[in-house]
């Protein structure tokens, strides 16, 4: 439990510190390094723990543990820094936060609250999970926004930002805390701490933050999914956003040099492009079944087994090819293949009957060559590992 005297709360912009090793013991892979003070928040909340060095000494003698995370200990306001390698119990260290992290995760903890006092505020709804990853902030909430609902927020929020209004973090009494209309995820024994951003949010928190919402500098939802009458959202903020947003314009840029029309055009450009590709699959598809039509129209099968090999067909074709063989001819068993493109070795099969169930001679053939693949009793398709030739020989044995 925290005592909330701990110096990443009484001074979270604090980037370098000194201390003493009060502990140092062998812990998953590394070592667990305690200190007498530490500015390293330990992951929690919902928010991860920092990053940095630890360093004892100075020059070619000095040592400099990494500490790859810091986690909470066993006591009241105890950090474990978790190092790869150990530090002499009593040494003075110098410790450095890996400061990008740390503001990216006080700038992504601020938007969180940002953004979860918006939605309560508007709907009523509670934040009822929070993740902060690497990739984006994940939020949940107990009821139902609609992407007009997302858009509304992001624009509200962001309107908070520019208003630049003040992040204070409370620790108010009992009596002060029962006079208090805040959000909480779960009941809290002992000192509740409360951050409060005026005229946005009210929300009991043990993270780290800015001291005022301008210092969040941008806010973007990037996804929303429904579930269960619930609703994610998918948030990045700070620098995180600012990056994903420079790279969400340079392909925009790419795309719209590519096509040669303006950055407003993308859309309308690509759905023409989308449409015209269509046009072409469906005139190539019928030029494929002409093809096929004139190769049925050349077949004359010597007995009731129909076999054609025949490259460039997909699965599709392969069905049509069949149905048309059987239609159009004296046989009663057509076997169709084809080289599967980029596929290397394997082979695209369909297997249809007038009246015979294949599916015993699928079996048999899918153990033969390597394949998988099945389907009803008088048609079956799926692949094989197998060259042209050998499929044929083994058609040919099984069906013949």
């Not at 928040?41 to 400099?64: C, F, H, I, K, N």
């Not at 029309?261 to 989308?274: F, I, N």
């Amino acid at each position: 439990m925290e005592t909330f005297d701990e110096l990443y709360y009484r001074e979270p912009y604090t980037r370098e510190f000194d201390a003493s090793v009060v502990s140092c013991e062998p812990a998953d892979e590394g070592f667990a390094i305690e200190l007498d003070q530490t500015a390293f928040y330990p992951t929690g909340g919902g928010q991860p723990g920092d990053r940095g060095t630890l360093s004892v000494g100075a020059g070619e003698d000095s040592l400099v543990a990494h500490v790859r995370e810091a986690i909470s200990g066993d006591g009241a306001g105890e950090v474990i820094h978790l190092t790869d390698i150990a530090l002499p119990v009593g040494a003075s260290v110098h410790g450095s936060l890996d400061w990008p992290w740390r503001r990216d995760n006080m700038e992504a903890h601020t938007g969180e609250h940002i953004v979860s006092g918006i939605v309560h505020a508007l709907f009523g709804y509670n934040n009822v999970g929070f993740h902060m990853g690497e990739r984006c902030i994940e939020v949940d909430f107990d009821g139902l926004l609609t992407d007009d609902d997302v858009l509304d927020v992001e624009r509200r929020a962001n309107a908070a930002i520019r208003e630049d209004v003040s992040v204070e973090a409370l620790l108010p009494s009992p009596a002060e805390l029962a006079a208090m209309d805040y959000r909480s995820k779960k009941d809290h024994d002992g000192q509740i701490r409360v951050v409060r951003i005026n005229g946005v949010d009210f929300c009991a928190c043990c993270g780290t933050h800015v001291s005022s919402t301008g210092q969040v500098g941008l806010i973007k939802i990037l996804r929303m999914t429904t579930k269960k009458k619930r609703t994610r959202l998918e948030l990045l903020c700070g620098r995180r956003a600012l990056e994903t947003c420079e790279a969400a314009m340079a392909a925009l840029r790419e795309t719209s040099n590519f096509l040669t029309v303006g950055d407003e055009e993308v859309p309308e450009a690509v759905r023409r492009l989308s449409a015209e590709k269509d046009d072409l699959k469906h005139q190539l598809k019928q030029a494929g079944r002409k093809q096929i039509d004139q190769y049925v129209a050349t077949l004359a099968p010597e007995d009731s087994l129909a076999v054609c090999c025949l490259p460039g067909l997909d699965v599709e074709d392969l069905r049509y090819l069949c149905e048309q063989v059987l239609e159009r001819t004296d046989a009663t068993v057509c076997a169709g293949i084809s080289p599967v493109e980029d596929g290397g070795s394997r082979l695209a099969y369909v297997m249809a009957s007038s009246d015979a169930d294949l599916r015993p001679a699928c079996k048999e053939l899918n153990r033969r060559l390597d394949g998988r693949g099945g389907g009803k009793a008088q048609m079956v398709q799926g692949s094989w590992a197998s060259s042209s030739d050998a499929a044929l020989t083994a058609i040919r044995d099984v069906l013949g």
